[in-house]
């Protein structure tokens, strides 16, 4: 049984097991009967205490496999495995896994700590048990005070945090969480975010959560599952995803990125004429045909001089950056940031600018991908 009374781990996050993966899929295939697969061929594993994103576009089939594992959908073919059993026939109840929903469909007729506790009448747990529990549990997510509360009394915030607590009242051995931050303004989704993984943290349980939203994924995960038309595009740690992309979709899709194709040349790329440094791997030949990822942190822009000259056409307040729009000579359009309190020595809408890609900060897409 998890213990809730634990003292937090700090900010540390748990160290992964190695070995037998903890909750797993294995070509989980689903149809809705339309030309394209829901989900095509899945395989994905977790480690034990891990918490691993599905990020994709709505209808890529993250919230699909998602529900299959839940036992929510049915497959039409692959295994599901929790702790090395395979649960893929057995009903939801019998999983061991926690699920809250998008809507976090609560019962407006219930209380906060009916709401809570619901699983644990089903189990027929004693009232003194289900009251322990339930205290916990509201200890655990702040909601102490509002446990005579009825949903509607709440705010979107907190509605959050019952839909958790009641995924954990029946001590499951996996957390399923299908964009439960979608309804919330985007001050309140960060704050809440930062909780929800110390919570996890604290609890060491292994969770799989779905979202389309990229700097959540970036944010929360151990790692990432780039989804897309019903396939895993790319599965890494946050920093892997987006410092070295497998793909342009994967670079386009996570973040900002500037794409440059060209042939490979001594010390960078020869995009038709334009030169684009980049610290090339000994295995690409000269004249080789090659896609490259700039972000936009990674271009340093200048008054003038050295570098890829052109005219900056929009610009964009975002705090400690401005992001510059500027077209080169070669009408190539690029995005580049760069520090607030340097924006202003650029000028006006039009103003003449270097730009000085950082080579080594740089990623080559690998050939196979390029798509």
Known sequence: MIDLTAPPAATERPTLTTGRPHLAVRDIVKSYGGPMLAVDGVTLALAKGEFVTLLGDSGCGKTTLLRIIAGFVRPDGGQVTRSGQDVTELAPARRRMGFVFQS????????????IGFALT????SRAEREHRVCELARLVELERLLGH??????GGQQQRVALARALASDP????????MSALDARIRVKLRNELRMIIDRLGITTLYVTHDQEEALALSDRVAVMRNGRIAQIGAPTEIYHRPCSAFVAQFVGISNLVEGHAARGGIDADGEFWPIALPAHVRPGERVTAVYRPEHIVVSG?????????????????V?????????????????????????????????LLPDPQRAALIPARTCA
């Open 104 to 115: 976090y469909a609560l019962f407006p007729t219930k209380t906060v700590a009916e709401n």
């Open 322 to 354: 401005v992001r510059l729009t500027v077209t080169l000579e070669s009408g190539r359009t690029v995005i580049a940031d760069c520090p607030s309190h340097q924006a202003e020595s650029f000028g006006p809408r039009g103003a003449p600018v270097a």
């Open 122 to 125: 089903i189990a027929s747990r």
């Open 150 to 155: 009825y949903p509607h009394q709440l705010s």
């Open 173 to 180: 051995e996996v957390l399923l969480l299908d964009e439960p």
């Open 304 to 320: 003038a001089g050295e570098g890829l000259a052109g005219r900056v056409v929009g610009a964009a307040f975002l705090g400690a």
